[in-house]
């Protein structure tokens, strides 16, 4: 059995069903739904959404705790009442074989704090896409057929770029130890949660099989803290962070500080924005990447 857990903020009705219907047609029927209400009050909505689905093993649940979005997270999971659980984001949708396949690797591998996999990009339309950072992404990760992460040299395959979707993974409960989601990021939650788990001498896992569709649109958090900087500055901090846990002659160390993963990432932003004559944004970019890194 697995929960598939989708935390809620607000969510879009249609992208949330959307998400709900991906978990009802997997082809492998072996788990619980759970719906994860993380807003200031109950969700009204939400909770009548959640009754439809009464004739499945679904729950919703109301978030009495922490409200951010790590808080929602790790509510989620430990509100979970299965080994295995699936952080399901509400504007995404899994493959039909999502279950069936990581259940699969969960068995080859018990010993795992949490499993991967690749993932399709699509748009506010549901069409694929192909974006630079996706791109980057495909190419920096590992080729061997199963990405293996696990201390010093799993730490420095992710600084040089993190290629996990976060909301692929499927987390065993029982290995996690005390990590947990720190509520102080708003866009490094996830790669401060991988750190964690390796830094603990926990293992982490991957496939390149696409078992999950991540949707980028404007309304998506990922993007609204790119435009704003704001993912840039908590990617130096915890670089850095992660940089002053390590020793001189640490390997971990030297990429860690050299943080070039983000400078590349604000130069592609740079001249993306002047081809597009978008020049103020352009600036913005610049000056960060001037000033800050």
Known sequence: MITIAIPCYKPDFNYLEQAINSVLTQSLDCYELLIVDGEEVPNLELQKLAKKYQHVPARYIYNTADKTMAGNWNFAIQSSQTELVTLLHSDDFLETNYI?????????????????????????????????????????????????????????????????????????????????????????TDLQFYIDLLIANKQVLGVHDKLYTYRRHKENQTSKLTVNCERFNEEVIIYDQIANLFSNSSKVKLVASKKRIIKLHLFFLIVKNILFFRFQLAYRYFKFLKTSV
């Open 100 to 188: 069936l396949r990581m259940t699969q690797i969960v068995g080859l591998h018990p010993g795992v704090a949490a499993y991967f996999c690749g993932a399709s990009i699509v748009d506010e339309s549901s069409r694929t896409i192909i974006s630079f950072p996706d791109l980057v992404k495909y190419f920096i990760r590992p080729r061997t057929k199963f990405i293996t992460l696990q201390g010093e040299k799993g730490i420095i395959s992710l600084l040089k770029g993190c290629y996990i979707f976060c909301p692929t993974i499927c987390y065993r409960k029982s290995k996690l130890g005390n990590c947990v989601f720190n509520k102080k990021w708003k866009m490094v």
